[in-house]
Each structure stands twice: as structure tokens, then as C-alpha cells.
């Protein structure tokens, strides 16, 4: 392989846990691999270039686990974080693999569930902190229903934004450093889960009690199950302040959560993500939330592990140069991209200044756009051959 | 056919004018029926039972009428709403028809476009305020992009936003009685369309000069192109206190546009739409914006409109009965579905008040939903066998 | 509930024991139920009204069962089969669970694998035939791809060609009464399944060496996960005479495999499914392939199950009635459906007497089809209001 | 742009007339482009480096033209052509465009409209020979239903195949060196299309009168409108011989039909696409069926036409250069990829050959296929970095 293109820390790449440690259980399948210790995980994606990593709660230890077990693999897993020097970015609760949550957890309609989900939240955002995390996350999986009259949508809502106030109010009064962002998924595991685009998600932000505390973590896979545009939702995210996180991976359209590795899936819409990315806006870690495939054995999961990362860095170096071609500017003018950052109203002007009188109609109307050329440019670019 | 269901103007039932005057024409072919002149659809949905119309400025006028054309039209048009009583609920601008709009309106790159879609909205904003309605539609169907580099989306949300405020300001400065609803859809016209959801134009909402002025008016086949739960969706908007207009219709997932009349799509999710209506919190007309299909004649036109108005009596007879029927209220008690109107937290409690220890995880996760049991009947209140 | 719509066996319900035996494990969580014993599932859908059960060997006995534990469990199936009278329509090999069926079964890269899994189905349809089974279901859920180099196609069709061969061979050989049926699958749990469709495993089983031997197994929820519409492509299946066996369930669409009991789903495509099935040239067992939701409990597996055939005899019911509604009748002649099982030429006709001339072309494109009101009758027959 | 990846004549790309030709006429707005004469269709391709050409009698004439139009019509065709020599590679009808055909041609309802259908395409087929094409395409687009009692689907296949019968009868008759292609597509502008996918169009050959006439033209887009895998179908259809002609463009799931320049929608598809027409088996021209956007004038039209040809060139040579690969050689035969060819059985051996016992599952179980890191060499010759 080229020598180019090989990260390292200061790219800022960050893993879940899980993505690794994915044992390759499914609806129809057994487990295909044996299970990851954390602090395996850690010390082969800092040996792969990795800056940080990503934990739910059970990814570090059982649910089930005694409090000497989990302070056992805690301490291996902090070990292992000390000795690579791997930051934990950020961490999040599993709130959906035990069968407590088959009914969702902050919206579950039976309260002594959602009160068990708060506690479990909490002592994990106790160790998220201890970490030094600083984004925590809320994958609502099991928040939903198959069924029309099994949820009330608007008291789940309630609920939904009950826990996360209360959430709030406990980082804030014990003082951690962290923010919170949500996931949105349309469905899988439920038939339709509460928050399932981006925009729903930060619409019920808006209505939270700390507002500002709260963003988002758009994945690529869950926005694309909804035929969604993901560099659209995250540049309205951006747009709204609001992306906080990202999870990177590769999925084809509705069907399936695929979570493949970043790059193999939508590849025309990978270059748009990264092109959004390095646009600007945002400063959290580069991270991926993928599965190895069922069909690989260890050495299959550090090789997509590494793809992940290397194929950012294939299309981060495309987009540059896409954005500093003199063909792709000229292209851009002629288009008139940057004629939609001037506003309608100039400086001074009200609604009395407009007039469907000062347009020529039929002259705009017959004015190509010339987005087929720049497009064809970006295309050549992703293609490698300008 | 039973004599029950037939509809009357109490039921506040509306329809576009665009929709019964749908000509047929594709994208594989040409016009199947003659322009249908806006008095004659009035006086047939009258007819029919309707309460009210909604219109585009082009469905009432060509877009290059004279001044005496436009004029000659708005008076027939005038004329059948007084004599049958039909009310103009709402209006809307035609900012997609004309090739002027080929790269949206408010977003177009091209300043004078979105100078031009302004002028032409607030012209028919007058009539809309002239004619009575009290919402007026934004569905920005041309605002878009196929390709990632045309659209920079951040600056298209800025323009789009200024747009709105600016004919927020004319509103208020006119004195008219109108509040605004956005009409969210994925794709198609465009590849993709900005404000793809119910979410992302919730979230679009908060960020307005006037959030207050503004809300959604989602359409069920819109949502379902991007498998959204369309009764989810009007549950999150009424939740926000944002469903200021719908669009009813049917469509069978993500495909093409279909516009179906009511009932004649996803008819399982029909009922649970109407139940999240008639649950409360939705004050507007029953608006229904479909296309009565090519394969129809001038009575397939209006049979398909009655059935769309009949199917909702249907249905709301159907959510009635399923909503007091005692075995369905001992199903919720069952499922627990009221408990989640329980606030997580007692009065008073704090997180402090919250331990993991409290609850019987063995227990809680054993004990079945019994969600199975209560969808069955709902199913089977649809099927009309209870 | 209501006392008609009971099954008894004569209606031929059948289940898989893998239905009712779900425990719930899926990507995102841990089991909810405990693992059922083929004969308890055989005295409870017998008490139920079931008719038959369709099961993989793995259903009954474990993939690593010892030859005792494996004679125990057959012996308890046994029993419980004769007990309850309950017959084996159908069997079927698990050719995906085991990781050895990661990258397929007869389509596997490895030859050794591929080996193996023809191995396992022979002696699976010993079982088949010594308990009377009549149909052997092949679903290649593993047969596919994730990535496009990963797997020849010409040569994976070669091989699934090769083993459904031998497989013939062997079953002829045999003496067994035994017909094998395809069960295509788009997707999931591999990126894309080889015979995805009806239509394609329909086209692969004329290439096979015993086309007459092989039929196909149709799902609901596969054909929909495709937007395909299901009671098309069994009305295809049976026009080729190849319609061996049938899978009932409900689903929403391009999504994950929901597995829906029958009736929770496209509520409108399941009436015409049952309408295609009474039409007749189905005389295979109405077999239900569902899971029920990881929500409920054992109560909840069997309520879902019964619900299952209590909708199959409802929507029966309501079909006998539209097909006998004089109104229905009535519309059908008016949209000239009969005409078209009129050949287009006459008898003794040849294209030399089909002239353009013939036809008036302005009236026949302005005449209108009549299918809106014709849809509407099946709609309230649907609903339950005629 | 580079020099390299210019098209000639050799390369045998050809477009359909209709492609260039769209003027942007959809659901929601009016055409955007003035209509283009054959003749300059003939021309500009022929200077942008196309082999030939393809065509429905409705794109060089008028279906309401006088026969002197017609034939003014025909001769500027033939004229551009013979100026130009360029080939008429193939040809279809317009069976969809015209009212007539609004419930189908073969497959409508009424007989008279299937008479018509037949006699257009006999008149067209005339034409097509004599401007010498070798394949005539039939997509029904027409053929299908938006409910379910509408079209009675195994008269239709009745009558489908009956039209083709007959029309072969004609070619054969007529002693013209045409075979037919059937062209599937699952909706749009029909609710459901008959023969929605290329495996039901192989299935439905095989039932034809002359099925060694008859093979499928398949489009990306269509099949991956249905989420389905077209590098796997045409592969499909090549094992079975009758990949007869092909449609290239750009889709992005399942959504509206995108017809989007080929290489402009699932990249990566459009990789595997390219590398199985290049490893043998169909030697028909590489056509491209796809729309210049709405938002393009003639330039934009033309700068489309070219990038169809050109990423053609572009994905052939990557084709090329990772089918020779050292390193890809290697994976592929680490991935056991080649063995797949190995026949199952040995020369000479029966199922009585074939044990379970001669495998290690647990071995075969723990070993990985390495297709992540075959995956990730394709998509790095897709990148262009290697």
C-alpha cells in the first residue's frame, strides 16, 4: 500500500468499542469471533494510529459483572489507555441489549425501567468523566414500537426529555466536563424508533431544559436507512451549532443497519461527507461506528479497522484538492455556488424593495445551471484522476 | 353504498385545487384530462361535502396571465366560493412549475430568483389574506440539489431562513391574519430536497425570526418515502405544539411520489394517523393532497376525492370505537402504556432520588408487553370485526 | 372475542417451530425467552388450530446434539406430533446459523463448506421424509455478498445449481415424495442474497437439472423489503405453475426483516395476497413465517400466533364477500377487467390482421378505467363497512 | 481534462435519442429545454465519440404526425445518420406516453388498445430494420396497476406473452435480424409494474414461445430502485445467456427514477457493474439511459452525454488495472475466491461421495475470508490510489 494516507493521532480518529469487539451475533447467526477485552481493543487501534476510543458501559464489562469484576476490567482497561496513550472521547450507556429494555429505557412505559436506565446512565457518566470523556452519548435503540397503541408518542416525548433534564442537571451539579449528544435511528431494532433523522433529533433539543448542552451524533448507515442526504443533515447541524459528534460507516439505502466500514458503501456521498467535515464547524474526534463483517477472523477486523481510517485520509486529501482546483473554482462561479452566500435584501433593503418586475423571467428561466460539469469534476476527483 | 360516512362541512374537510385538477402529465407522458378551471372544482368538492380549498396562485392563474386573465380568473373563482360556501382554508406559491425555479426559489443560487419567488409570494399572500385563508404553505420542492457541490447547504439555509422572516415581516406589517406551515419532503423533484423531514423542518422552525408564526404541515406520503411513521411524526409536531396544517394521502413506501387518495396506501398506519388527530391538539382543516390517477376519468376524479373524505369518516368511526372499547382500554391498562404519562421522577425527586438498586431487573426483564394482544385489536377495529 | 374466524385444521395453518421458538436474540441484544422444545410448540399450536409445522433441523435438535441427544429430542417431536395429529408439511436445513455457513452453504468459496452443508441436508431430509413432509424449503440466507470481488456469481450460480442437483438426485434416489421450494431474499443477513426475487429464483429453477422437482417459497416481508409487491410476485409464481409453498408475515417496507405477524403490515397487500391464494392453483399449506417481537412474553408468542390465522380467515372472509358483491361485480365489468383474459388476436388470427386503423385512439385514451371506485369496494370491504 | 478516456466509435457507447433529447417536462414543472430534432441528436454524439443510437418512433416523429411529417422526419434521421455513421444500434416503441396507453399495451385492459400496441410496434419494427438495428427493447411501463382488482396479473401474463409471441412471429415472418429485450422496472409511472425486475423478465422468457429471441435489457437504476444489486443481476442474466442489452445511468436508491449520468449515483456499484460486462459475455453496445437534469441547458446536456462515456472509460481502465493487480491476485485467492469454480462434487462423484464427516467445522467456522481487505483494494483502485 502507498505510504501516504497512514493516520495518526493528531487525525484524530476515535473506534467504539463494539465496532472491534463485534462478535458477529445476529437474527440468524451465532457469535463468529470471541469477545474483545477493552483493553485489547485499545491497544491494537493505537498501534493502527487511533487517537481515542469510544465505550458503552457493557463493552467494558458484564452487565451482570460483581463490583470486583468490574473494577478488575475497568483497571485493565485503564491501563491499557495509560500505556498507549489513547484518549477516551467519549462513552455512552447501553440501555438496549438487556431484556429489561425490550420496552426502550427512558421511554419505556414501565417507570421502574426508566428509573433503572437514570442510575445506569449515571454511575457510567461517573466513569465517562473519570476517563476525561467529554461528549456522551444517547443511542436510543429500543425507544419505540412496532405497534401503533403500544407508545404514546408525546408522553415518550415527555419522558424522553425528562431524562435527559435530569441527565443534564447531574453533570452540571457534579460538575463534569461533558456534553451530551443524541443518535438518531429511524428503526432497527425497533419497527420505528422516537428521534429518527437528524431533525427530529435537534427539533427536541430545542425543547430540552439545557438546550445548549445537548447536540447531536448523526451516523452515516441510520440517516441513509431513511434514503437521507447525511452531508445535508450534517451540514444543518452544523448550520443549527449542533454536531457534536459523528459516527462514520457504509451502508446501501434502506434496508438493514450495515454498519460497514467508512468508504464502503455510498462513496459519491463519503466524499461529501468529508468535504462538509473539513468545511468546518467541527471539532469533535473523527469516529467510526462499523462492523467487521461476519465473514472475517481477527486479522480481518484490524485490517477494516484500518481502512476506516485510512480511507478518511484518501478522502480528505480528494477534497482539498477538489476545493484548491482553479477548474473546480472556475466551475463554482459559473454556477453561482458562492452568489447563495450574498442575502436576498441587500444591507437596508425590506420586502418594499422587491419587485417580480426587476427579473427577467424568461432569460433566467433558460440559464443552465452548469452542475452537471462541476459535478463531473468532483466525480473525477473521487475518481483520482485530476 | 352505507349512508353513514358522508361528509359534511363540519367535518372540515379540504382539498388543493392542484389535487382534483391534477391533468396527468409525467414524466412518461401527457395529459390525460383537460385543465379543470378553479370555480368547477369548487362547486364539485362542494358538492361533494367539502368545507374548504387550498391553492397555489398558478392553480386559480396561468403563471404569464395578464393582469385582466388573473383578474377574469380570481373573479370565477370568487364567485363559486360564494355560492357554495366553500371557505379557502389556506393558499400557497407555485415556486417549482416554472423553469425560472429549476434551481429553487428561495435557494436558488441566483439572487434574482429568489428576489422574483419572494415578490411572487407576497403577491399571493394579498390574495390568500384577500380570500380568508389562515395558513399559508412553503413546500420547497425545487430547493435542492443532485449533486453535492451546487448547493452549499449552510448558505441555502441561510437564504431560506431570510426568506422566511422577510415574509414574516410582510405578513405583520400587512395586518393579515396567515401563520405559515412548512411543507417537509425528501426527494423528488430533486435528488434531495432541503428540510427533508417533519424534524429537520422543526429544527429549521426554531431558528426563525418569528419561530412563533411558523409551523409544519406534513404530508404522510412525504414521510413515508423516507419510511418515516407519518403518526409519529404529527405526534413529535403537535409535541412541539407545530402542526399547524397535514396533507393526507397514500403512498406504499419509498418510491416515487404516489399522492394515493386517503386510505388507499399504508391503510394500517391511515388509522393510527387518525387516531394521533383525533387524540387532540390538531385544530385545522382535514386537508387531503393527493392525484386522482391517470388511468381516470372526470368521475374517477371526484369518486376518488369523495372516497378520500369518506375514508377519514371510516377511520375516525374506527379510532372512535377503538378508543372506548373496554377490552381495549384493559389492553393499555395491561400494556402499561398510561404509566408513561408518569413522570420518571416523583414531585420533588432529584437524580439523588434514583438507584439502579431499587428495581427487580430479573423481573422487569421477564415480563412481556403484551403489545401483541393490543395491536390485535386495533387490527382487528379496522377490519371492522368488533 | 368474536367465535368466528377459529381455525381448525382444515384450513391448513401451518408454523416453522422457529417462529414461536424465537427468543429474541438480534444484533443489539441478548435473548428475552427461553429456548422452546420443538414439542411444546407442537401441543400449543395444535391447541391453537394449527394444522401442520414446517422445522429445520436445528429447530429440533442442537448443531452439535450428540447422536443420543439427537434421537431424544427427535423421539419427543415424534411424540408430540402423534399425540396432537399435527402434521410435518415442510422442512428445511440450518445452513446460516453456525459460523462454518458464514460465507454461504452451497454457494461458500470453500469447497469443504459447501460439502458439508449438502451432507447436513440429506440427512435433514431423511427427518423430512420419515416425518412426512412434502415440501423441502431452500433459503440461502447466507448465499450472498457483502463485496463485490468477494464472490463470482457465474460460479456461485453454477454451484447452487450444482448442490439443488445432487440434492434432486438424492431425493429421487431415495424414493422420497419430497419437492423442494426456493425462498428468495434480497438482503440481510448478507449485503445482497443470490436469487434475491421470486422472479429470479423462478428464472434459476429453469436452468436446474429437475426444473419440475423445485418450486418457490415466497415470503411477504422478503418481496416487500424489495418494494416489490407480493401478491404480484405469487401471481407470477403460480402463472408458472411453481407457487410450492407460501410465507406469511407482515412487514413495512425496505427495511430490517421485521417478521410481523401475518396481518400487522401492509394491511392492504395482505388482503390481496389472500385474494391470489383463493383465486386458486395454491394448494400448499398457509404457512406463517413470523417472530414474535422481542416485547412479549410466552403469552404473548401465542396470542401473536393465533392472531396470525385468525386474520388469515378474516381477510378470507372478506374477500369471498368482495369477489361476491354484485356492486363489486358491477365495477369489475365497468374497468373491462374480464376483457382481459381475451386473447388479443381471435382465434385464427395473426399479426397481418391487427391494423393501427382499427382503433379510435381519441376515445379510447379519454375513456376512463374506473379503478379508483373499483379499489374503493375492496377498501370497505377491507374496512369492514360493506 | 485529461487526454486519456476520450470515446471513438470502437468503444460502441450509444444513447437513447429520448436521453438528450428530455426537455425536463416532470410531475411538478414544465419543460425547461426546447425539443431536439433526431437529427441533431445524431450529430452531437456522433462529435462527442458515440458508436450509435437507439430510438421509439415517438422520439424522431410525433405521434400525432401526418405521414409526409413522418417521413420528413425519417429522412433528416437517416440523413444525420449517414453524414454521421453512426448506427442505430437498437430501437422500442413508445407504448406510455399517449393516453391510449394509460392502463398498458399488451397487458391493458381493453383489446382494442393491445391491437394498437401491436400495430405501433410492427409499424416501428419495420422502421427498425431498416435502419438496421439488431435488438428491439420493450419496456412496459405501462404495464402494471396502482390496486389490486384493477389488472388481474396472470391474464396479463396471458396477454404480455401473447404480444410477444406475436411480435416475433412478425420479425420472423418478416425474416428481419432482430431479437427482442425485455427492459424490467419494479414502479413509476405504474403504482407496481408487471415483470419488475430482471429475474421475473428471465423467468417470464422462459415461458415465451421463441424464448432464444428474447432476453432482458436491465437498468441500474431500476433495479436499484428495488434496493437490488445490478452487478449481480446482469450477472445473473449472463449465466442464463440473455444479457441481450444494457441501460447504464445513476440512481440513488430506492426513490423516484434519478436517471442520473452513469457514474453519478452508487459509485461503487458502477465499479462492479463495469468489471462484469468486462469479463465477457455481452457484446452489445454500451448504452446509456439516463436524463440530463433539469437544471441543465444544451451545454449541460452535452457535457452529460460526454461524462457517461467518459466514467465508462474511466471505471473500465480501473477495472482493468485491479483485475491485475499482484496484490489483488493474492487476495483473491487467500479469499478462496477461484474455488468457487471447483465443482462440488468431483469428476465422477454422487451425493453417495459427499459426508459430513470429512470436515473440521470448527476450523472451516474460525476462518476468516479476508474479503475486507479484497474490498478495501478495489475500492482503492476505485480511488485511484493505487
Same mark, same amino acid.
Given at each position: ?71 478488575? @476490567? ?55 468523566? /473519570?476517563?476525561?470523556? @467529554? ?5 436510543? #435503540?429500543?425507544?419505540?414500537? /412496532? ?67 445537548? #447536540? ?44 460497514? @466500514? ?60 477538489? @476545493? ?63
Amino acid at each position: 500500500m502507498s505510504t501516504e494516507y497512514v493516520p495518526t493521532p493528531e487525525d484524530r480518529f476515535s473506534f467504539g468499542l463494539w465496532t472491534v469487539g463485534w462478535q458477529g451475533t445476529d437474527v440468524f447467526g451465532t457469535a463468529v469471533r470471541p469477545p474483545m477485552p477493552a483493553e485489547r481493543a485499545v491497544r491494537k487501534l493505537a498501534e493502527l494510529g487511533a487517537y481515542g476510543v469510544n465505550f458503552h458501559d457493557n463493552d467494558v464489562f458484564d452487565f451482570s459483572a460483581t463490583e470486583a469484576e468490574r473494577d478488575e @476490567r475497568i483497571a485493565a482497561f485503564r491501563k491499557a489507555l495509560a500505556e498507549t496513550g489513547l484518549v477516551v472521547t467519549t462513552a455512552t450507556t447501553n440501555l438496549f441489549g438487556h431484556p429489561i429494555f425490550k420496552d426502550g429505557a427512558f421511554t419505556a412505559n414501565e417507570r421502574e425501567v426508566r428509573r433503572f436506565a437514570l442510575a445506569k446512565t449515571m454511575r457510567n457518566l461517573d466513569l465517562a468523566a /473519570e476517563l476525561g470523556a @467529554r461528549t456522551y452519548i444517547f443511542w436510543g #435503540g429500543r425507544e419505540g414500537a /412496532e405497534s401503533g397503541a403500544a407508545k404514546d408518542v408525546r408522553a415518550a416525548l415527555d419522558r424522553y426529555s425528562e431524562g435527559l433534564n435530569v441527565l443534564c442537571s447531574y453533570v452540571q451539579e457534579k460538575g463534569y466536563n461533558l456534553r451530551f449528544a443524541i443518535e438518531p435511528k429511524p428503526n432497527e431494532p425497533r419497527g420505528d424508533i422516537l428521534l429518527p433523522s437528524i431533525g427530529h433529533a435537534l427539533a427536541f433539543i430545542g425543547a430540552l431544559e439545557y438546550p445548549s448542552m445537548v #447536540g447531536v451524533n448523526p451516523e452515516i448507515g441510520h440517516e441513509e436507512m431513511a434514503s437521507l442526504n447525511y452531508a445535508h443533515g450534517i451540514a444543518q447541524a452544523l448550520w443549527h451549532g449542533k454536531l457534536f459528534h459523528i459516527d462514520l460507516n457504509g451502508q446501501h439505502g434502506p434496508r438493514y443497519d450495515q454498519d460497514l @466500514r467508512f468508504g464502503a458503501g455510498n462513496v459519491r456521498g463519503a466524499f461529501w461527507v468529508v468535504d462538509t467535515l473539513e468545511a468546518g464547524g467541527y471539532d469533535g474526534p473523527i469516529h467510526f461506528d462499523y462492523k467487521p463483517p461476519r465473514t472475517e477472523d481477527d486479522r480481518g477486523v484490524w485490517e477494516s479497522a484500518a481502512a476506516c481510517m485510512r480511507n478518511y485520509l484518501i478522502l480528505r486529501s480528494k477534497v482539498r484538492a477538489f @476545493r484548491s482546483d482553479p477548474e473546480v473554482i472556475a466551475a463554482l462561479a459559473a454556477s453561482r455556488v458562492g452568489e447563495l452566500s450574498s442575502p436576498t435584501l441587500a444591507a437596508g433593503e425590506t420586502w418594499r424593495d422587491v419587485s417580480a418586475a426587476e427579473v427577467d423571467v424568461a432569460a433566467l428561466g433558460a440559464r443552465g445551471m452548469g452542475y452537471e460539469r462541476l459535478d463531473q469534476l468532483a466525480l473525477e476527483h473521487l475518481y483520482g484522476i485530476r
